[in-house]
């Protein structure tokens, strides 16, 4: 008798999908579609230093085939899902049709700019690696230009606003202060970067305020060391004509923005309304299982699980992602041998951020401690380079890292001039 294998489609290769598609290779009872709108799996954690021209943005991506090459059962598909049909069992793309078995929703989330038009239209996010290049690009054109209009930066001064004071607003203004410091003054010899203001807005009253109050405070003084102006409670209503327009109606002149404020599910429609959240999350049961149904989950960023400890779900992390999908695909081997699926369990395994050269802070949960400076740092350092995925992005990052540690030099201040449209001063 021949056994059909059931097809389960994989809607998006991040962190969560990938996983679950590298757990489930090979699996003699599935078939598997892990369909994305990129042919690669993006390190969304090293985005900043793309942005920041550290590094390469082939460094922090991987081609899906390469790692599926061998696979009997993974078939990738670069297209974008526009639609989900949960009573037909379909899943419309931009190419064509897919009918499934399972599916396992694992979009990930999106920039969020709150409904604000003007805030999305003017300001530069960074959630992928185009973005991180867009953002790479635009200042080095910016430089590029001034040297060449020979007007000295005095007279055209810079400011950068970075809004959003969660990991990702601490890295990048770190290492931007670190480029003003170091690089731009070697690179750009013509031009006064003692002029460049580098702000870093945050709404609520502290930095990093998902961590301790230490990693904050030592956040804070490190990049206020390092030349950063550094506001909390401060609400930024709207960016237009260079002006960034606070809360209290006073503005800062600033002339790029970047937007790294918040994020918010992103997926296809197609589900019942009443299954998403506030934050535009799928609510799911605590085995992934997208609430009322009975084949459909959400992974990674997607997922909501509401509980009595975590009313607000788990954190978007890299690694809240990668086990929920390590579960799911547990229980897809469950299945298959009629045997009893087991609940996703969260475990705190801590937190961390860097803001320069020597400079991270670590909340540790087990145990409960918290430290920072140089021995933080190369923690930080030395779990993204094993979370990065495949050898050779490992090496390299390394070679890159070393180099830069003893030069203090950028290594990759390329300008790709057709990437840079959005927000050119
Ligand atoms: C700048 C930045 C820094 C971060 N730093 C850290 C860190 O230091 N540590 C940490 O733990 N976490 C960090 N995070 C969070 C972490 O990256 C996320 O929690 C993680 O990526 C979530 O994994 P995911 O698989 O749910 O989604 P993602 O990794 O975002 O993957 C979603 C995938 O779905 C695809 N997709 C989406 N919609 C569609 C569609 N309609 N059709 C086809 N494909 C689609 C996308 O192309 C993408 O490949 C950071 C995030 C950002 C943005």
Known sequence: MVQTKKHIVIIGAGFAGLKLARTLNNHPSYRITLIDKNNYHQFQPLLYQVAMANLDASNISFPLRTIFNKSKNVSIRVETVLNINAEANTVQTNECQYRFDFLVLATGAATNYFG??????????????????????????????????????????????????????????????????????????????????????????????????????????????????????TFVKGYEHKKV????????????????????????????????????????????????????????????????????????????????????????????????????????????ATVGRNKAVVDLAYPTISFQGFFAWVLWMTLHLFLLIGFKNKLIVFINWTYHYFTNRQSLSLLFEQLTRKNKP
């Open 116 to 233: 604000n038009k003007a805030i999305e239209e003017n300001t530069l996010p960074m959630k992928s690696t185009w973005e991180a290049l867009q953002i790479r690009n635009s200042l080095l054109k910016y430089f590029e230009d001034a040297v060449s209009s020979q007007t000295p930066l005095a007279q055209i001064p810079i400011s950068i606003v970075i809004v959003g004071g969660g990991p990702t607003g601490v890295e990048l203004s770190g290492a931007l202060a670190e480029m003003k410091r170091d690089s731009l003054p070697l690179e750009y010899p013509e031009l006064d970067f003692t002029k460049m203001k580098i702000y870093l807005l945050e709404g609520t009253n502290r930095l990093l305020i998902n961590m301790s109050e230490m990693a904050s405070k030592s956040a804070k003084v490190y990049l206020e060391e390092m030349g950063v102006i550094v506001k909390t409670n």
């Open 245 to 352: 327009l606070l809360q209290d109606d006073s503005y800062i002149h600033s002339t790029f923005v970047i937007w790294v404020a918040g994020v918010k599910g992103s997926f296809p429609p197609g589900l019942d309304p009443n299954l998403i959240s506030k934050s535009n999350q799928l609510k799911t049961n605590s085995y992934n299982k997208v609430l009322g149904s009975d084949n459909i989950f959400a992974i990674g960023d997607i997922s909501l699980i509401e509980s009595t400890l975590f009313p607000r779900g788990f954190p978007q992390l890299a690694s809240v992602a990668i086990d929920q999908a390590k579960n799911l695909a547990k229980n897809f081997k469950q299945l298959a041998n009629n045997k009893k699926i087991l609940p996703y369990q969260y475990l705190n395994k801590g937190n961390m």
